[in-house]
């Protein structure tokens, strides 16, 4: 590849569109969800992002596989082609796409804008295609640039096919615009076709049987071995068709303006601009007619001249295209895509295959990591994009690190994305992160007053701060409105109740709340209690006289519940509270109530026993 110096204008633009510190400023990425989320749910763009992607991915694959070259790549000219075919062939479908649309469609505004910005993007890419990833081939092997430039405005410019052979041989405006457009582009042989097939009926009989012959007489096939005898043939026929312009081409006719054009006569082909839809086909037709042996490098002055001579005013378009075949620039071609475009894909696909092939060297590959990184907050608006978006970040030098910050400023809005979230996590090696996911969410359906799933969550996260507050505020809540536990006993049987007091400690009340309404379930619930007494420091303090006061219908329930030795266990549990935490005045009461009750209980065992 031919490496382009970097700039001092492009390294500066660069450095202005990054953030200094990138890995602690970053904007959340769904702080452009408006229309981005519009664009997403689109099939068609849907389409392009998820074939995309796996063009991306396993081109990826194929580089990471690969060794690299003496001059640092790791993909061959060939290969990266291949790549860009395939981005090529993807733009073209969604085109097909949305023309299919556009046939049925009742309002054809959205789907005509969105088919207008595909089909720039193909038309660009054809052109990086030729200039970027052909060029340093056709360089190397000293062939020309003519044929692939046909084939690019032929591809993009829409070259009438008449359809009404009836009408041409008496509507001259039908007749002579398609005429021309054929011989803009070089095919020469067709031009000839419809002249024999379809002869124009007011025109001179010689003159067209003439012209008819030289156009078949152009010489074709030039190849880098055989340039010299083509350039000779070459001008032996222009030569041939300026001389019969005198002979038989002497009055003014479409048939003359022809012969002047194929004659190398740019102020013809000025006068013909009338017939082009655009300047691309006045460059073609000044490459084929004066110079068809132009190499890469020298296509800059033919662009020149076909601006100027096509229109005074240059678009945003014009300026990209000039970047790519005068400039060969990819800086302007990448910035100014990204003007041009509503999303990333062009860039952050372009810019990918650009770093492999050398034309972004040194420290502008921080270029390519700008796009890539805006093109996954891009993807980041729509939840089902979040693992696409992830691929394009983890391509970056410091991939993890920025994946890491994108993922930490997502609020996930319901348990699918936050479990979406943490398989991101666990996938690209940030398990640190999915503490602060579980987190979030927790805290979000605490605020919807869903604090028994928030609990499943905290419980996930392993988090140690908000989980025994939120316990204690259930504890409280179930004082004055019992079914503030409702759901709670489901959580032991989906987690390890025993190995995580907090939890323990709230299934439990949960249980003897139940118990107290059901003969069946008190066995389990004095079992419960139990053990809960006999774990240190998992029942709130404030709340382990309440507990038992509780308890007490379980302790004069008819059948014994406790044995001599868990009711001991339940006397020493209470004991050692006092002593450490002493008695709220107001708790002194129900305090009582439970001595006597486990008092009762004990000496009713030593009977059982």
Same mark, same amino acid.
């Given at each position: ?31 452009? #969800? $408006? ?10 763009? /849907?389409?392009?992002?998820?074939? $995309? ?24 000219? !060939? ?16 085109? &097909?796409?949305?023309?299919? @649309? ?42 020309? !640039?003519?044929?692939? *430039? ?12 008449? #359809?009404?052979?009836? %009408?041409?041989?008496?509507?001259? %405006? ?13 095919? *020469? ?11 124009? @009926? ?36 222009? @030569?041939?068709?300026?001389? +019969?312009?005198? =002979? ?21 082909? =000025? ?9 691309? &086909? ?51 071609? +990448? ?31 921080? *270029?390519?990591?700008?796009? !890539?990184?805006?093109? #996954? ?22 991939? /993890? ?24 996590? /666990? ?12 987190? =979030? ?18 419980? &996930? ?59 069946? #379930? ?32 379980? *302790? ?54």
């Amino acid at each position: 590849a031919v490496p382009v110096p970097a700039t001092k204008t492009a390294v500066q633009w660069v450095t202005q569109l990054l953030p200094e510190a990138y890995s602690s400023a970053r904007q959340t990425p769904n702080a452009a #969800a $408006g229309k981005a989320v519009e664009e997403l749910e689109d099939p068609v763009m /849907r389409n392009l992002i998820h074939v $995309g992607q796996v063009i991306f991915k396993e081109f990826h694959k194929t580089k990471d596989a690969a060794g690299k070259d003496a001059d640092g790549t790791k993909l061959s000219q !060939v290969d990266c082609i291949s790549v860009s075919m395939q981005y090529r062939s993807l733009l073209r479908s969604a085109i &097909e796409s949305l023309q299919e @649309q556009l046939r049925h469609a009742m309002d054809e505004t959205d789907i005509a804008d969105k088919l207008k910005e595909l089909v720039t993007m193909d038309l660009l890419w054809h052109l990086c295609d030729i200039f970027f990833l052909r060029s340093p081939v056709l360089i190397a092997s000293g062939e020309f !640039v003519m044929n692939e *430039l046909l084939d690019w405005v032929e591809q993009h410019v829409m070259v009438a096919e008449p #359809a009404d052979h009836s %009408r041409l041989s008496s509507d001259e %405006r039908l007749y002579w615009a398609p005429f021309f457009k054929l011989l803009f582009v070089g095919r *020469l042989s067709d031009a000839a076709d419809m002249l024999a097939t379809f002869p124009m @009926q007011s025109t001179d009989p010689r003159g067209h049987a003439a012209l008819t012959e030289l156009l078949r007489a152009m010489p074709r096939g030039v190849t880098a071995g055989t340039a010299a005898e083509f350039q000779h043939e070459f001008q032996r026929w222009r @030569q041939e068709a300026r001389r +019969l312009l005198n =002979v038989v081409f002497a009055r003014d006719s479409p048939l003359r303006d022809a012969c002047l054009l194929i004659s190398g006569d740019l102020d013809a082909l =000025v006068e013909l601009r009338k017939y082009a839809q655009c300047w691309y &086909e006045l460059l073609a037709a000044r490459i084929v007619y004066t110079n068809p042996l132009v190499q890469v490098l020298d296509v800059e002055s033919h662009c020149t001249w076909a601006i100027d001579a096509f229109s005074s005013e240059r678009t945003e378009l014009d300026a990209v295209i000039l970047a790519i075949m005068a400039d060969q620039d990819p800086f302007t071609i +990448l910035q100014k895509s990204c003007e041009l475009f509503s999303t990333w894909w062009f860039a952050a696909h372009l810019s990918d295959l650009l770093l492999e092939t050398k034309w972004l060297p040194g420290q502008e590959t921080r *270029l390519r990591e700008y796009v !890539v990184s805006n093109y #996954a907050d891009f993807l980041f608006c729509s939840p089902d994009l979040w693992a696409t978006g992830a691929i394009y970040v983890a391509t970056c030098p410091d991939g /993890r690190e920025r994946l890491a910050n994108m993922l930490a400023h997502v609020a996930p809005r319901s348990d699918v994305e936050a479990r979406k979230l943490i398989h991101l996590c /666990r996938l690209h090696g940030l398990a640190d992160l999915v503490g602060s996911i579980c987190r =979030v969410r927790a805290r979000a359906l605490i605020d919807e007053g869903r604090p028994v799933p928030a609990i499943s969550w905290l419980l &996930e996260g392993r988090d140690g701060v908000l989980l025994p507050w939120l316990v204690d505020k259930l504890l409280r809540d179930s004082l004055s409105d019992p079914s503030a536990l409702a759901g709670v006993e489901s959580l032991h049987t989906s987690q390890d109740a025993d190995g995580n007091g907090h939890l323990a400690c709230l299934v439990q009340v949960a249980a003897l709340q139940s118990a107290l309404q059901s003969d069946a #379930a008190r066995s389990d619930a004095a079992r419960g209690l139990v053990r809960l007494a006999a774990a240190p420091n998992v029942i709130p303090p404030w709340f382990v006289v309440r507990l038992f006061s509780m308890a007490v219908p379980l *302790l004069e329930n008819q059948a014994i519940l406790f044995s001599q030795h868990d009711t001991e266990i339940l006397m020493g549990a209470l004991e050692t509270h006092c002593l450490m935490h002493g008695v709220d005045s107001a708790a002194t009461a129900e305090l009582q109530v439970a001595r006597v009750a486990l008092h009762r209980n004990l000496m009713r065992s030593y009977l059982v026993r």
